[in-house]
Structures are given as C-alpha cells and as structure tokens.
C-alpha cells in the first residue's frame, strides 16, 4: 500500500495494474509514511468487467457465498488475504519446528487401495483396471515410515466424502500429520505443546501484518491443561447447567466440546487436551491403556471449544493389531503392507493430525471454516 | 548405529526393537566412535515373520518390484532411505527459499471440475451430482492467488492418467509449484537458479548423512546456461551424429533431452535452460513473444538431460487469453472462476513447476523415478 500523487488526472479504475515511476519522500500522513511523487504511469492492466462487489472498504460486505463463488476478486481483500498469511506461517512454523526436532518429511499417496479407517467417507476413483479411493488420512504410511525415519511428518490434502453441511466440516482438507517412535502419550502432549508455540511464534514472526489486519490477538501459553474425557464428564455440575449429559462410552460431541471449552477458557485456557477416549470412539490402530483396558492412550486437543487436533498411541504389536482388526471387523488381507511393517517389528509409537483449516478459523475467529479455505470442497462447491 | 557390547548371549533377531541400558566410552574402532557397554536389554518388539530379504548389506540386493511390494522393509535400508532424506531436504530448501522471497505458501484443492489444460490424462472421481476431476497441476489457481499474493508457491500432489509406462513417469507425484507477478522471463530464471542452488545447500546442510551414503556429488554452479530451443536444434552437427533430427515445431523428445543434457554436460554444465518453446507445444496460458508470436516467452530445465521444471510467462490481458482459449479451442464457460482473475485486472506474471521425485531420482543418479517415490502409483500399483 502506497500513497502516490501525480499532476493532473490519471483513468485509473479500482484493481487496475500499474507501473509508477517516480520520486519517493517521506510524509508521515501518508500510509507506510511515505508519498511517491509520480512523473510516468503505465498501464500494464485494467479490469475487463464491472466489478461484482467493492473491495476497497476496510470490511468486506459481502456474505460467504459470495466471497466464495467471486475468489479471484475476495482473495485480494486485505482482510480475506490476512486468513491465509497467517495459515502459511502456521504450516511454516509446524515444519520447521518438526524438522529441527528430527523429523523427516514425507509425501504418501493420496490414492489408496484400501479405507484408512473402515469403509465409510470414501471418494471413489476410476484407476485403470481396479478400485481405487482418495485417502482419508496418511495414518497408514506415516506408520510404516517410522519404522524407518523414526519420526516423520507430511502436509498433505486429505478427503471426507461426508454428508456434513456444517460450518467445521469440508470434503478436502489439509492435514498437518506428525508420527514418531519411542514415545509415550506424556511426550506426544509435550511434542504438539513445543510444536503449536512455535507454529504461534512464526506467525508473530511472519505474518505481524495479517494479524494486525485482523486485530487478533495470539494465545500464549506455558503448558495446555491435561484432562482425562472422565473426567471432562464427570464436572456433571457444570455440564448438567447448560442441559447436557454423557454415557462413559460416548465420544466429546460437538456441543460438548464448545462446553468443555468455555469452562477452561474462563479459567484463563485457551487450549485443552482431553485424553483417554473409550476403546470404541477411536480406530482400530489405537492403543488401549493397559492399566485400564476400556479406555486408549489417546487425545483430541480443543482450541476455544473446537477439536483441532486427534492423535495418540499406537498399536505396535503385531499379534494385538491383528486381534484389534479382528475386533474392528477388518479384513487384513487389505492391509498387507501395512501389516508387513509390523511383522518386521515396530517401536512404540504415536501420533497426531491438525486440521490446518480448523487451526486457522479458530484462531482468527472466523465462524465457517471456509473463511480459512481457499478454495472449499463441498456438497455444493467444486468451483472455483 | 550404535555398537553394544553384552555380557552373556541375548537371543536378537534382525530388525528387533530394543532399549538399552548402559555405559558409553569412547572406542575409535566403533562406528561413530563410541560403544556402549550394555548392562540392561528390554526388548520392545520383535519380528513376527522371517524377513522377506536381507536388509543389513551395504547395498540392497533387490530388484525395484521387490523394494516396492515390501516397502515397510525395504526403507529402513540406509540406501533407500536416504533418498528421502534428501528429497525431505530438498523441499525444505524449496519453501524456505522461497518464503524469504516474499513469498506466501498456499493449498489448493485437488478436486476440481476441469481439466486444467485440456481433456485429456485426467482421473475421475465420483462426486455428489456432479463429475469432478483430479487436479493435473495447481496451474490455474496458483495464477488467481498471484493477483491476491504477487507471488506464491505451493507443495503438492498433482495427478495424471496416462498410460505411460516409462521409468520417469508416474500416475502421482509431488509438484513444487511457484508462481510470481511483475516478473519476465529473465528474472524467472534468475529466481529459479537462486531457487535450485538454495535447495542444494539445503541438502548440504540437513542431509550431508545421507549424501555421504549415497556417494553422491551435488552440482555446483554459479550460473546455468539458456539456449533458445531453435538454437539447441541447430547444433546439428551434434545431434545428428547421433542420428537426431528436429522439424521446427517439435518440443524436445526424451531422446533429444537426453542427448542436451550430455553435450552441456560434457561443457561442465549439470543444469542447462532451454527457451522459447513454439505456441503449440506449450498449454494455452503460455505467453507468445511479443517479438516472435510463434514462440512462448517459456523454459524447460534439464538437469543431466532430464526435463525437471516447465515454466514460463503467462498471459496476463484478459482479451488475449480468451483469444487464445478459443484458439486451444476451450471453452470459457468451464474456466469462469480463473477468467475472473483476468476480468479484474491481473499482473504480467509467470512460474514454473519442479517434479520432486524427478529431481531427486537426478540428484541421487537413480534409474527410475520409483526410486525416489515412497509409495508410487502407476497402472500396476496401487499398494502399498
């Protein structure tokens, strides 16, 4: 953003392309405190079209649907553009942090054989000569490359073909997959601790801009809150108040969520982790807990009442992970290479996923994901 | 690696996952120079099978289709693992670099409803109501997010459906995607060369390890050269001793590649820039030469007479890219969220794609593109 003046009048409609050349002078009125006195402007380009909406206020009015179905233009909004600055320095700081902290990146394969987790949510593809699907998460193959680089991490799209029309869910999303060895729950809620510091640091760091654009304020934080999913439910009093109830075997739902979050967010919390979900709320790889069989050394992490995090132990042994197949009605013949990495033995293991998407609405305030999604997969929305 | 010494026999087989418990001294005689002397051993997991090959040579004796079907084991071999080290690295290098270039990191969806450059090569995917396609490259959207972000990169998959059974192509692969406004051709083969060199250090840098396995050299350049593709085919007297020959409108053929790439070579050059492609053989975004509207203001970069990176300027004028549509004979229609960008005024602008795998398979000398892919996908494999 620059303040230029010029003799005489200039034809410049809004968005149009410019090549000033000129004398710049500070002046302290001026915005960035500089004023370029111009003595040649070239078009390099005008607009074609009248354009849908005005983008030259500091808020945009427009609604969701608008700002999506006319991305070319709502992109260059300084605040839309702001979301996405600050998603970059997000997904910067989470790699860079990671990589300092041994990991290695990966790149697995989007199309897969075989669900992830069960049958449900697939996008079928048409492969030459045989089914195939888009993953739902690369939980399979960060597991099998610990195995070899010991801890791992990948930024990669990943597909839900969910009937969901709510403003948390999305058909692609982008997932920040963490996946490490010899580790125990403790130190998977020690790592993502470490981590989201630094992913909150870089965007201090780097996009200072968009987060003033957008007047928000960062968390900050020494430790995240541990707290067991009974005893989330067992703070009855609290919860029985806004009218709600859970059954031990019943995972966090949303509006339980957005209650678990509130409470610790009036004690001064702006995350929580909730850990040892039952055996039933988590996929088959999960570990259980040995000292309490019922319930998985497992942890969603809430974010002002939002679940923007899901990982835990693993299952590394190989005879228990075919039981727990067994268990989960799974065939193993459809997991073959994945079942091969542990036959070949595994060390203790865990991981975590963060919705990039979630992170970024979340912390920007937005009320729709979408705001924090360039360009949303939906039921309704394959363009642009 | 880490030499233990034990008292008495313990019963470990290969590939046995263990904690120890002992004392370190130093022992030049040790790999890395120290051994522990072991006064505990737990271990944590054991195979369960016979391993299906021997994994503790120096090198992996297997061919490609075993490395693959067994992928769980092949990768812990130091050999094979170090290739992605290395291309770990070299996508760290990328986004850093290019971060410091003032440029911001995007994801963009995979899912689309058109063929970014025509029909053809393209994967179906069963959407609700709707066809929808997998994405053959992030062309279109990383061009709107220039009018949005002047200059972006983005790391990510990119599909392709072709039938194509060579060793350097694949049905997926990782494209490192960079796109940048109020640029020219020039000035993109600069950014491009600061790119490569600072992706290399990367590599120096965090995967000096496994450089050293891998006995490989990096290349060293201060600058790389640029011919126009019409004078690289009227080095004749080159070309046909080797009984190659060029019609005018061709683009480079693997052969023709193959054959640059070593007469550079033999001239000190790893990398050599090969411009000005003709009009058709490049997509319909490609920005003729104002001073020879034949050919496209584009490049390839051969790296040991591999093409690594396409790129080139685009057009930025809304009239002329739908002039040029109609040309490719597209329709606009099915392109309306992209010609928005145009239609409200966009920056000369232009970028280039790096293939990941490609370049690593180059890099580390590898035979086949497979080599350097964790999990590939071609018309046979699907798994795992």
């Known amino acids: 953003m620059i303040q230029v003046v010029t003799e005489g009048e200039v034809d410049l409609p809004r968005e149009a392309v410019v090549e000033v050349v000129g004398r710049s002078r500070a002046d302290g009125r001026a915005p960035g405190g500089v004023e ?12 074609a079209v009248r354009l849908p909406f005005d983008i030259s206020k500091p808020v945009l009015h427009a609604s969701l649907e608008t700002v999506l179905d006319h991305r070319a233009l709502s992109l260059r909004h300084p ?4 979301v996405f600055r600050i998603a970059a320095a997000l997904a910067g700081g989470f790699r860079e942090h990671l990589t300092a902290e041994g990991c290695t990146e ?20 048409e492969y030459p000569g045989r089914p195939a699907y888009l993953a739902q998460s690369p939980q399979l193959y960060k597991q ?11 930024v990669g799209a990943v597909y839900r073909n969910e009937p969901h029309e709510t403003a948390r869910h999305l058909n692609e999303y982008t997932s920040l997959d963490v996946e490490v060895g ?19 640091q870089a965007v201090q760091a780097r996009a200072a801009g968009a987060r003033e654009t957008l007047e928000i304020t960062l968390p900050s934080f020494d430790s995240i809150p541990r707290i067991r999913l009974s005893e989330a439910k067992d703070r009855k009093d609290r919860l029985a108040a806004h009218g709600l109830t859970y ?22 919390h702006d995350f929580v982790f909730v850990t040892h979900y039952p055996v039933p709320a988590r996929p088959f790889y999960a570990l259980p807990d040995p000292a309490e069989p019922a ?12 679940e923007v995090t899901t990982g835990g132990m693993r299952i590394h042994d190989y005879t228990q992970l075919r039981e727990n197949m067994a ?31 979630r992170l970024t609405a979340q912390l920007v305030g937005a009320t729709n994901i979408r705001w924090a999604t360039l360009f949303p997969r939906d039921l309704h929305r394959l363009e642009p």
């Open 79 to 82: 605040r839309v553009a702001a």
């Open 36 to 47: 370029v006195q111009a003595t040649g402007i070239t078009v390099l380009a005008r607009p």
């Open 295 to 306: 319930v998985t050394l497992s942890f969603d992490l809430l974010f002002r009442g939002l």
């Open 327 to 357: 268990r989960f009605h799974l065939n193993p013949d459809s997991f073959t290479g994945y079942l091969e990495a542990f036959a070949c033995g595994m060390p203790p293991h865990g991981g975590f996923a963060i919705g990039l998407e």
């Open 106 to 125: 990966i790149h697995t394969s989007k199309l897969v054989a075989t669900a992830t987790e069960g049958g449900a949510g697939l996008f079928s593809v």
């Open 182 to 200: 010899f580790i125990d729950l403790d130190g998977l809620l020690d790592l993502e601790t470490g981590l989201l510091r630094a992913m909150l």
């Open 247 to 268: 059954k031990p075997e019943e995972d966090l739902d949303p509006a339980g969520e957005r209650l678990l979050g509130r409470v610790f967010a009036e004690a001064g």
């Open 144 to 154: 099998i490359c610990v195995g070899a680089f010991e801890r791992v991490f990948e």
